[in-house]
Nanobody, 116 residues
Framework: QVQLVESGGGLVQPGGSLRLSCAAS????????MGWYRQAPGKQRELVAL??????TNYADSVKGRFTISRDNKNTVYLQMSSLKPEDTAVYLC???????????WGKGTLVTVSS
């Protein structure tokens, strides 16, 4: 059973920074992608950033230049968020995608609130 545990959300002022972490455990193929999605109230879930096990990254246009995704070699993914804006306020969800199985796993989410 795959589990994803997120941490690092909270309240931050506009222009501030936060770092999110997500640790995956269980039976995980070495071929995978881990990433972050977010969902704001009344809006659809959207991709923020993802990184494949091969190192390829993909970012939403709205966060390019402000957010950086990274991974260690133990299936933990990080999202460094800088220059945060009120419109970044959302629940951030960690995702693990296993392409060979066509499976997706989700964390419970961590709330990021950007407000003065």
């Amino acid at each position: 059973q795959v589990q994803l545990v997120e941490s690092g959300g909270g309240l931050v002022q506009p222009g501030g920074s936060l770092r999110l972490s997500c640790a995956a455990s269980g039976s995980i193929s070495s071929i995978n992608a881990m990433g972050w999605y977010r969902q704001a109230p009344g809006k659809q879930r959207e991709l923020v950033a993802l990184m494949t096990s091969g190192g390829t990254t993909n970012y939403a246009d709205s966060v390019k230049g402000r957010f950086t995704i990274s991974r260690d070699n133990k299936n933990t993914v990080y999202l460094q968020m800088s220059s945060l804006k009120p419109e970044d306020t959302a629940v951030y969800l960690c995702n693990l995608h296993l392409p060979r199985l066509g499976s997706d796993y989700w964390g419970k989410g961590t709330l990021v609130t950007v407000s003065s």
